[in-house]
């Protein structure tokens, strides 16, 4: 089992630049892959990036594919989430999560961290 606290949201500039943290505790780190999600109100968690746990295989969801990158330091247990050219519809809370390899499901979750971003 991980835990996760994720950390690093705040209010920022549109053009602006941010990252997000999501620190793990637990055995066995990297069999988790760790996504990012995140959700405005009103609306379901969206799943944006997702990194594998061991080989670092990235996606990314095609609205923030060029101005996101997740990366992990399994040595820290650590995931993030660098976000730059933000815009105004970034604006969400922003959750990362963790599923045991080959599972579908991501059933170990953050507890959220808000990033607005003013226009």
């Known amino acids: 089992q991980v835990k996760l606290v994720d950390s690093g949201g705040r209010l920022v500039p549109a053009g602006g630049s941010l990252n997000l943290s999501c620190a793990a505790s637990?055995?066995?780190?990297?069999?988790?892959?760790i996504a990012w999600f995140r959700q405005t109100p009103g609306k379901d968690r969206d799943l944006i990036a997702r990194?594998?746990?061991?080989?670092?295989?990235?996606f990314y969801k095609d609205y923030v594919k060029g101005r996101f990158t997740i990366t992990r330091d399994n040595t820290k247990n650590m995931a993030y989430l660098h976000m730059m050219s933000l815009k105004p519809e970034d604006t969400a809370v922003y959750y990362c999560?963790?599923?045991?390899?080959?599972?579908?499901?991501?059933?170990?979750w953050g507890q959220g961290t808000e990033v607005t971003v003013s226009s």
């Open positions: 990194i594998t746990g061991a080989d670092f295989r990235p």
């Open positions: 637990g055995r066995s780190f990297s069999t988790y892959d």
């Open positions: 999560a963790a599923r045991r390899q080959f599972e579908i499901s991501f059933d170990y």
